[in-house]
């Protein structure tokens, strides 16, 4: 999967793209393509419809690639259009499989990413809670998504997120004092 | 801390050591890893080129996986344009916005080579100037250049089925606009080979330059301006007979004179020539500017006011 742009950061090759240069698009593809794959499949379980939304992404990218903004993470930049054309594709909402959204917990990995104390403690009080609450955590806090999109993701009403947001909250805050 | 299989940093790049092990990484890849943890993992791998390239190692063992990233890129391929061409690029560094570079620099593939063919015909007129005794490669010259950017016109035009000629049809500007564009574009290809090769005309100093380019001008205004009218190719069409009509009566006399007695005397290189030359140019652009909604419309409507 390696090929042109390989030694080019992320911020030249978008410059590229704005030239028209479809090998670097492919070299932002290569390098970012995978690890969205992997994150969109854990919150939509129909890979169709991830390969769909990548390259409804990437299409993005190379029709409009001045919408980044030089301060920031070209990736994070990536995930922001991907999270929005995923739930755009999910229109119609229906609701998703808990199981499928969030992974069951394995107790002995946290500690390898987490790399400080504090961090492990709250992975702890993430994985304690209810998988309703922990998808809301992981919309709102991690994907950064509003209260009305991630109700679209997880197909539930938006005063629903709140309030499952609230009593995350709550959780996390007793589980950690 | 421990690390409990997988060396840590086995995808530590230059820019980005990283302590995320593989092992990590190839968990979180099978969907085996814990929400937290992968919700950090997923934050990191934001911003971190040497784990992104772990992950697509990891996913790219799978043969599926291969396949799925091969198929999308090849669907999102056939979604972008074609790889821009030299011209385009050249426009784009000039400080066009790539779309209208796309515009621009789009070609029916014949055009580039008729320019060419064009071009040649003139480069023959001016070895014809030095090596015949008569005036005829001079008067080929003048006569010939005023009508190459028209031709141009007729070819970037004539064929209504290729995607540009569409493209003019659909695109979101106004149709005024792309006809603008692509006409400016083809009069500057086929005027810029000629300015030097009439330099090299031996009758035709730098100050003759007015003898064809103000021809050529209005030659190309009216074009552009009986275009409201009829369809473009056929306008040029029109323009091109215009002009050999108004051209051939020069001709006829030419045999007896010399390439110096043709510009002094023929009344097509005379002053009041080129005064109905800058006239007819005025007007053609006033008829344009007038008239601009009704160029480059459905050329199945052309002939209808």
């Keep these: 999967m390696e090929r042109t742009g390989v030694e080019m950061s992320d911020v030249e090759l978008l410059g590229a793209v704005a030239t028209g240069d ?9 390098r970012h393509a995978p690890w969205l794959r992997i994150r969109l499949g854990r919150r939509c379980p129909d890979p169709g419809v991830v390969e769909e939304v990548l390259q409804d992404t990437f299409l993005a990218v190379w029709r409009k690639p001045a919408t980044f903004q030089a301060r920031g993470e070209v990736g994070a930049w990536l995930w922001g259009i991907a999270i929005r054309r995923l739930l755009s594709a999910m229109r119609p909402r229906r609701a998703l499989p808990w199981e499928r959204l969030v992974a069951p917990p394995v107790p002995s990995a946290e500690d390898i990413v987490l790399l400080d104390v504090a961090h492990g403690e709250l992975a702890h009080a993430v994985d304690a809670l209810t998988p309703e609450l922990r998808a809301v955590i992981q919309a709102v806090v991690m994907d950064g998504l509003s209260s009305r999109e991630a109700a679209q993701l997880l197909g539930v009403p938006a005063g629903t997120v ?7 909250r709550t959780q996390l805050r007793e589980a950690l004092s | 801390m421990t690390y409990p299989s997988g060396e840590p940093g086995v995808f530590e790049s230059n820019r980005h050591p990283c302590r995320v092990s593989i ?7 099978s969907g085996r890893l814990g929400a937290s943890a992968a919700g950090a993992l997923e934050l990191h791998l934001i911003a971190c080129a040497a784990c992104q390239q772990g992950v697509a190692a990891a996913g790219g063992a ?11 890129w090849a669907r999102l391929a056939l979604d972008i344009e074609p790889a821009p061409a030299v011209a385009e690029r050249l426009a784009i560094r000039l400080g066009l916005p790539p779309h209208v570079a796309t515009l621009v620099a789009s070609a029916p593939p014949l055009r580039t080579a008729w320019v060419l ?14 090596m015949g005794q008569g005036p005829a490669g001079t008067l080929a010259f003048l006569v010939l250049a005023p009508i190459v950017p028209v031709i141009g016109v007729a070819i ?6 290729e995607p540009v000629g569409e493209l003019a049809g659909v695109a979101p500007y106004p149709a005024f606009k792309v006809v603008l564009l692509r006409t400016m574009t083809v009069v500057t290809a086929a005027l810029v080979p000629a300015i030097p090769l009439s330099f090299l005309l031996p009758a035709v100093g730098p100050s003759h330059l007015l003898l064809w380019l103000l021809p050529a001008v209005a030659a190309s205004t009216t074009t552009l301006a009986v275009a409201t009218w009829i369809r473009p190719e056929r306008a040029a069409a029109f323009t091109m007979l215009a002009w050999l009509a108004i051209a051939a009566p020069s001709a006829t006399r030419a045999r007896f004179l010399s390439s110096d007695e043709l510009i002094a005397r023929l009344p097509l290189f005379q002053p009041a020539a080129q005064v109905m030359f800058v006239t007819v140019a005025v007007l053609a652009v006033i008829v344009v500017v007038h008239r601009r909604a009704l160029l480059g419309g459905d050329p199945g409507l052309g002939g209808l006011p």
């Design chain 2, 62 to 72: 799978d043969a599926n996986e291969r396949a799925r990233h091969e198929s999308t």
């Design chain 2, 23 to 29: 092992e990590l990484l190839r968990e979180y890849v």
């Design chain 2, 117 to 130: 063919i064009l071009t040649a015909l003139l480069g023959l007129s001016v070895l014809a100037a030095y």
């Design chain 1, 162 to 168: 709140r309030t499952r947001m609230m009593r995350a």
């Design chain 1, 22 to 30: 479809r090998d670097a698009l492919r070299g932002l593809y290569d």
């Design chain 2, 156 to 161: 970037a035009y004539g064929q209504v089925g």
